[in-house]
């Protein structure tokens, strides 16, 4: 497994690749890797001839106030995950490669779809992320890129974008991991201390029995039910853990994330949570 730092060391690897009609997977990532992120590793190796994995803590995706700083960070660790799981370069970019002195340039989706769900409260982050991907997808000039469906809002974000600028990438949806309690792999449940990390389980609990739910009140004629029940659901199911405050729970189109009072396949169910000062993000997708 090779490590770059710079673009040009990765252009010239990915230069080199598909001179010898190698195909080429990207994996963005932002490192404290889990089995979330080797799973997108391996199926990234099962789709394409080579792999690249990028590390980059990218700070235009958090807002005054938020984690940056505290954002965890073990490169060492990282590059063993990924090796591990075969993948074959690693970029790990300073800040000042990716964001070069004077830069004024970002790229910002202008659609409700980034002002539904984390972007109620977050209203810088996707420019951020759709900045920081377009660079990556410009530097490592993948075939195909892989995200996690964990964060659904991000993967619909991208494939906007993907479509919009006529990338060519092929966007790919993977299936989240979960802890034994059904809690989503994130890097952020790093954050948790045991009281906090058990009252965290309240958050599958309640997708549970909303999928439950759901099952039993689709209508057999649209296939559809009214979206209220189940967000009130799941919210009062949360609202029985003293340590969790709701961020939101809504329910939206599956493909323009825009608000749904009835939903039916395909459609999303979004929420996050904060346990402590711990904000966890988690979602299904309803199916008949």
């Given amino acids: 497994m090779k490590i770059a730092t710079t673009i040009?060391?990765?252009?010239?690897?990915?230069?080199?690749?598909k001179r010898e009609g190698l195909t080429v997977g990207l994996v963005p990532t932002m490192g404290a890797l889990h089995e979330g992120h080797a799973s997108l590793v391996d199926t990234a190796k099962e789709q394409c001839?080579?792999?690249v994995t990028s590390v980059f803590v990218n700070p235009?995706?958090?807002?005054?106030?938020?984690?940056?700083?505290?954002?965890?960070?073990?490169f060492d660790r990282d590059c063993g995950v990924l090796e591990a799981h075969g993948c074959d370069l690693v970029f790990h970019p300073s800040v000042e490669e990716m964001y070069p002195e004077?830069?004024?340039t970002f790229v910002e989706?202008?659609?409700?779809?980034?002002?539904q769900l984390c972007g109620k409260s977050r209203p810088e982050h996707f420019c951020g992320v759709c900045t920081v991907v377009s660079k990556l997808f410009h530097i490592a000039m993948p075939d195909k890129a892989f995200f996690g469906e964990k964060d659904a809002q991000q993967l619909a974000v991208i494939r906007q974008m993907t479509r919009d600028l006529l990338f060519g990438i092929e966007i790919v949806g993977c299936p989240t991991?979960?802890?034994e309690d059904g809690l989503a792999k994130s890097s952020r449940n790093a954050y948790l201390d045991a009281e906090e990390r058990k009252a965290a389980g309240i958050l599958y609990q309640a997708i549970c029995k909303a999928q439950e739910y759901l099952k039993e009140h689709l209508d057999t004629e649209d296939g559809k039910t009214e979206s209220q029940p189940?967000?009130?659901?799941?919210?009062?199911?949360?609202?029985?853990?003293?340590?969790a405050e709701i961020d939101y729970v809504d329910a939206v189109d599956g493909m323009s994330l825009l608000p749904a009072d009835r939903i039916g396949d395909g459609d999303l169910i979004a929420l996050a949570v904060n346990i402590g000062k711990t904000r966890l993000i988690d979602n299904f997708t309803?199916?008949?």
Wanted: overall charge neutral; aromatic content about 6%; proline content about 3%.
């Fill in 49 to 51: 001839d080579r792999v």
């Fill in 60 to 74: 235009t995706q958090f807002a005054a106030g938020e984690d940056l700083d505290a954002y965890p960070r073990d």
């Fill in 102 to 104: 004077g830069a004024a």
């Fill in 286 to 288: 309803v199916r008949k």
């Fill in 230 to 243: 189940v967000t009130e659901l799941i919210k009062d199911i949360i609202g029985t853990e003293p340590l």
């Fill in 177 to 179: 991991k979960r802890e």
């Fill in 8 to 17: 040009k060391e990765v252009r010239k690897q990915v230069a080199d690749w």
């Fill in 109 to 115: 989706l202008r659609s409700d779809m980034t002002k």
